[in-house]
């Protein structure tokens, strides 16, 4: 397959392209910045903290400065150390404004270091971590990350806690010029009371009162700042899919939306698109802790796939985010490693089943025919339509049960599922419905409702797995029932091919519990399984086999193997798995998004088949 860029000469493009797309690569300097920032960030801490630690053959001109120069300096070198570590994440990640930041502090650092500790040495290392940051100033160019006001309690918490830490260790520092023996509580009470800047019950002599308590003054004075900075600071929110760019999506899937079971999944409102130059093909993501997400393939066509790709791999280099494709197609695997130098790793399969093939009959389907008579035989009945064929009050009972029967505050997924049913534009979307009359309470805002599986469009003749719910007081076998029934009504829908669940490592599951696998493979099988008791992956492989599926891999593309960890947290943030945000009586409430002209569903993601499979 030929794969150029829009606009370009065939056969130039490519070479083009992966010269481009070869970055984000990680330079050198910036880590080495980052590292020796860290270093210095300590150096300075120490040398606020520790007496024992201020040594050098300049220590006479103690003798010549104002009495409160030297506790001054103290403060100063350890505000320096702190915020320099603050931002030696920042500078590895080539941030702009860490840049700046560190900058300024440098300078303050060294004349910290040279009036409180004496130290020639010191104030070199600062001055030296200048000239390097001034030299390659280039380097940094990264602009700021999405942000939200709810960092500023995250900061409020992690440096009140630090401050505390340190503190105690300042106040413990100098145990030959302590009165008494305070106890750990005293200490503690001095702490508190030194963030506020009030003189606690622990008293020293020779002056160190006042080094001690411009220090922890320094330090409650740090935690505020910082904290009202980030609290007032400009919000910077993540890329959000607006009407233009989902109409645009809705226009690219309908000419290309059936060759990627996860096209649709595109449509998801928290996400971001960037188009090719000519408007063929989009990439869409989300941005997770400094990782850029895409999901699956890009839309649209696969000619002009590399004008998107390119576009994705830019917009990473300018905010120096990590780039990594999450559940594409081997396909889309080839050509985003072709493209840009990207590595790609097998994931998982999706489990496919073509309606043609589909049967109840023989031994291999024995045990699903058998659940499904046994709850015909129980008196529940099924129903299968289009979304556009319900009414409203039965649409707004299906949105109410499914969102009653979630089981969890969060709404999980990313990239396979949408998290919305029945909005304007979603029509071709399918229900399937799980009936029982006479049964529960007449009451019940679900009425004779049981059960809810959710499928959205494929192209023209398919539809992929989006959700699936039920009553926790139905029988077992539920989602059995329904994709049966979805399944056997598929040809008077027009529906050829159905996308049921995603299974992780399914290929690793499935060989290694055949006969001869070696003990590697075993080893594998059995941490996956012991895995399982928390994320159920071999019970979510288990559940698709029972339909006899073909498994189409999906891959996940990442820069280096020392980026997996980072981008395997972030896929889980995204996913739901792991929620960082704030606690829900703490978030301010906002009302709901009216209903747009065009939106649509997709298959669920991981985490949502996990639950429905359980």
């Known amino acids: 397959m030929s794969v150029t860029l829009d606009g370009d000469k065939r056969g130039l493009v490519p070479v083009r392209v992966r010269r481009i797309l070869r970055g984000p690569r990680p330079e050198k300097v910036p880590s080495l910045v980052g590292t020796a920032c860290t270093l210095v960030g300590l150096l300075d801490i120490a040398a606020g903290v520790f007496p024992r630690f201020r040594a050098s053959r300049v220590h006479a001109l103690a003798e010549v400065l104002p009495g409160t120069l030297g506790p001054l300096s103290a403060a100063l070198s350890l505000s320096a150390g702190v915020l320099l570590l603050l931002l030696a994440h920042g500078l590895k990640r080539h941030k702009r404004r860490a840049w700046r930041a560190a900058v300024v502090l440098l300078p303050l650092g060294a004349t910290a270091q040279f009036v409180w500790r004496h130290s020639v040495l010191g104030a070199l290392l600062s001055l030296a971590l200048l000239a390097l940051l001034l030299r390659h100033r280039g380097e940094f160019a990264a602009l700021p990350d999405p942000r939200s006001r709810w960092r500023a309690l995250a900061n409020f918490v992690v440096m009140?806690?630090?401050?505390?830490?340190?503190?105690?260790?300042?106040?413990?520092?100098?145990?030959?010029?302590?009165?008494?023996?305070?106890?750990?509580?005293?200490?503690?009470?001095?702490?508190?009371?030194?963030?506020?800047?009030?003189?606690?019950?622990?008293?020293?002599?020779?002056?160190?009162?006042?080094?001690?308590?411009?220090?922890?003054?320094?330090?409650?004075?740090?935690?505020?700042?910082?904290?009202?900075?980030?609290?007032?600071?400009?919000?910077?929110?993540?890329?959000?899919?607006?009407d233009d760019d989902e109409a645009r999506l809705r226009a690219l899937l309908d000419q290309h939306g059936g060759r990627d079971s996860l096209?649709?999944?595109?449509?998801?409102?928290?996400?971001?698109?960037?188009?090719?130059?000519?408007?063929?093909?989009?990439?869409?993501?989300?941005?997770?802790?400094?990782?850029?997400?895409?999901?699956?393939?890009?839309?649209?066509?696969?000619?002009?796939?590399?004008?998107?790709?390119?576009?994705?791999?830019?917009?990473?280099?300018?905010?120096?985010?990590?780039?990594?494709?999450?559940?594409?197609?081997?396909?889309?695997?080839?050509?985003?490693?072709?493209?840009?130098?990207?590595?790609?790793?097998?994931?998982?399969?999706?489990?496919?089943?073509?309606?043609?093939?589909?049967?109840?009959?023989?031994?291999?389907?024995?045990?699903?025919?058998?659940?499904?008579?046994?709850?015909?035989?129980?008196?529940?009945?099924?129903?299968?339509?289009?979304?556009?064929?319900?009414?409203?009050?039965?649409?707004?009972?299906?949105?109410?049960?499914?969102?009653?029967?979630?089981?969890?505050?969060?709404?999980?997924?990313?990239?396979?599922?949408?998290?919305?049913?029945?909005?304007?534009?979603?029509?071709?979307?399918?229900?399937?419905?799980?009936?029982?009359?006479?049964?529960?309470?007449?009451?019940?805002?679900?009425?004779?409702?049981?059960?809810?599986?959710?499928?959205?469009?494929?192209?023209?003749?398919?539809m992929s797995l989006e959700l699936m719910r039920r009553d926790r007081s139905a029988d077992p076998g539920m989602n059995e029932?329904?994709?049966?029934?979805?399944?056997?009504?598929?040809?008077?829908?027009?529906?050829?091919?159905?996308?049921?669940?995603?299974?992780?490592?399914?290929?690793?599951?499935?060989?290694?519990?055949?006969?001869?696998?070696?003990?590697?493979?075993?080893?594998?099988?059995?941490l996956l399984v012991f895995l399982s008791r928390w994320f159920q992956i071999e019970s979510l492989y288990k559940f698709n086999a029972k339909f006899r599926p073909r498994w189409e891999p999906r891959f996940v593309v990442y820069r280096t193997s020392r980026d997996l960890p980072r981008i395997g947290f972030a896929a889980m943030q995204a996913e739901g798995f792991v929620n960082l945000s704030l606690p829900r009586p703490l978030t301010r409430r906002r009302p709901a998004p009216a209903p747009r002209p065009c939106a649509h569903l997709t298959p669920a993601a991981p985490a949502e088949h996990e639950a429905r499979a359980a």
Request: aromatic letters at 8%.
């Open 481 to 526: 029932l329904l994709i049966v029934a979805a399944l056997q009504a598929s040809p008077a829908l027009g529906i050829a091919r159905v996308s049921l669940n995603f299974a992780m490592f399914r290929a690793a599951l499935a060989r290694g519990e055949k006969i001869g696998a070696g003990p590697v493979l075993r080893l594998w099988r059995g």
């Open 263 to 462: 096209g649709h999944f595109a449509l998801r409102r928290d996400k971001g698109v960037l188009f090719s130059p000519s408007g063929k093909a989009a990439v869409c993501y989300r941005v997770v802790s400094g990782v850029m997400l895409a999901s699956g393939d890009p839309i649209g066509d696969v000619e002009a796939w590399p004008g998107a790709i390119e576009r994705f791999m830019d917009e990473a280099k300018i905010h120096s985010w990590t780039p990594a494709v999450m559940g594409c197609s081997e396909t889309g695997g080839q050509v985003w490693t072709r493209e840009t130098g990207l590595d790609a790793l097998e994931l998982g399969d999706e489990a496919v089943v073509d309606v043609a093939d589909f049967s109840l009959s023989g031994r291999a389907m024995r045990n699903v025919r058998q659940m499904v008579k046994r709850i015909e035989r129980n008196g529940y009945t099924t129903r299968v339509r289009r979304v556009r064929d319900l009414d409203d009050t039965e649409l707004a009972r299906i949105r109410r049960a499914a969102a009653d029967w979630r089981g969890t505050d969060t709404e999980r997924g990313f990239s396979m599922a949408l998290g919305r049913i029945g909005t304007p534009g979603d029509g071709d979307a399918v229900i399937a419905t799980a009936h029982k009359q006479d049964d529960g309470d007449p009451d019940s805002p679900y009425g004779e409702l049981k059960a809810i599986i959710h499928f959205v469009p494929w192209g023209r003749d398919g």
């Open 160 to 242: 009140g806690a630090g401050s505390l830490a340190l503190g105690l260790v300042i106040v413990s520092a100098h145990p030959r010029r302590t009165l008494g023996s305070p106890s750990l509580a005293d200490r503690l009470e001095h702490v508190l009371y030194g963030l506020f800047g009030v003189e606690g019950p622990v008293a020293y002599t020779h002056g160190v009162d006042w080094t001690v308590g411009y220090s922890l003054g320094a330090l409650g004075m740090l935690t505020a700042l910082t904290t009202i900075y980030l609290a007032f600071r400009p919000e910077h929110p993540a890329a959000r899919l607006t």
